[in-house]
């Protein structure tokens, strides 16, 4: 459901994915800076921020009703899919889970752009 | 409770109200635009923007667990209260539900920046 | 020429068309929203603020290298097009100026992207 | 000078001081996380992702003459500081060239905000 109106009801499960999956990366941003193994995991830490940052375009032009909202999911499952794929490379809790955030905000993006 | 870690629980409630700020002001954005007395919306259609892009920076740095998530916290509360006068003052429905997020946003923010 | 490295040396033209786009359509946005016409002028506002913001993530994504510049970019193209021809409808200084702006920042995306 | 309105004309030294921090701190990111001794800057990549995104949101902020561009940029006075502080520590030409640059805009922010 919309928060003040209802033109964006029909967003709802994906503008959540989106808040969930840019939190996720953020954390997980974060968390793997802070592993052992940080050098391993440059291309892994790049693209979290890259996820990052579309799912909040992504929750702001779907909030917007914004006409562009369809092609910021478009991308954004493409990055999300990426993401995940970087993430289950690596063992630990926060890139399993960060994973399937990614996967799951990937598929709410496709479902709203219609892919 | 954080989404991939646990560094981030203790600034969950917080987090949420961000999000949930961000969209309905970017919702009430859209929905002011609309409105037949737009001309009168001026300074709420950009203290609105104002509001979403911070809510939307104040949660990637809880997210992240950014040394200046505080900072961010701080001038959140302080856009969402003057974001929430601006709102009052209209009576339609959109600007006045927006104006309760804004104040419950503001109060999460003051109680995580420890003001 | 890249700033500290010389990887973006080849996005440095787009990079600056990018920033010069965003804060063009900042621009206009405030100075539309401040025009007595406002009311007619809801889709350009809606777009300038599309535009704004896809052109700031352009210049993020070529400032870092990341693997999804060129993506970014091509959706700036589209948007800074479009963005273009709302505000070539009217005909005050400011948008006739930032419908220039856009139309610039396209034609950079799009031979960044290779388009 | 400002691009299509003459609003932003006082601002428009610290807006490109800003746009040219957030490009020296993404540059310098990505030019971190590919340095062999990564791990020891985990600090100093966090604080360039700060430091990029306040520089980019206090651009914004001005270019639409915002009333929150002094808090903006106040606040991105600080965190460019505590920026170049940490680039300082690496001896390699991004972050030394990286440092330079967030001081001059540290410098541009106050001036600024009249601090």
């Known amino acids: 459901m ?3 109106t209802n033109k ?4 709802q499960t994906c503008i959540d994915a989106c808040n969930r999956c840019a939190q996720a ?3 997980c941003f974060t968390a793997c800076l802070n592993e052992d193994d940080v050098a391993a995991r440059k291309n892994c830490i790049s693209i979290l921020m890259d996820c990052a940052c579309m799912c909040q375009s992504s929750a702001a032009k779907m909030s ?3 006409q562009y909202a369809k092609e910021h999911c478009q991308m954004c499952a493409t990055i999300c899919d990426k993401c995940a794929q970087e993430c289950e490379m690596f063992k630990d809790n ?5 994973a399937q955030e990614c996967k799951k905000c990937a598929d709410e993006c496709r479902k709203m752009a219609g892919m």
Chains 1, 2, 3, 4 share one sequence.
């Open 64 to 66: 917007m009703d914004s």
């Open 2 to 4: 919309g928060i003040v």
């Open 94 to 98: 926060h890139c399993q889970k960060c």
């Open 25 to 27: 990366c953020h954390e």
């Open 8 to 11: 964006t009801d029909k967003y």
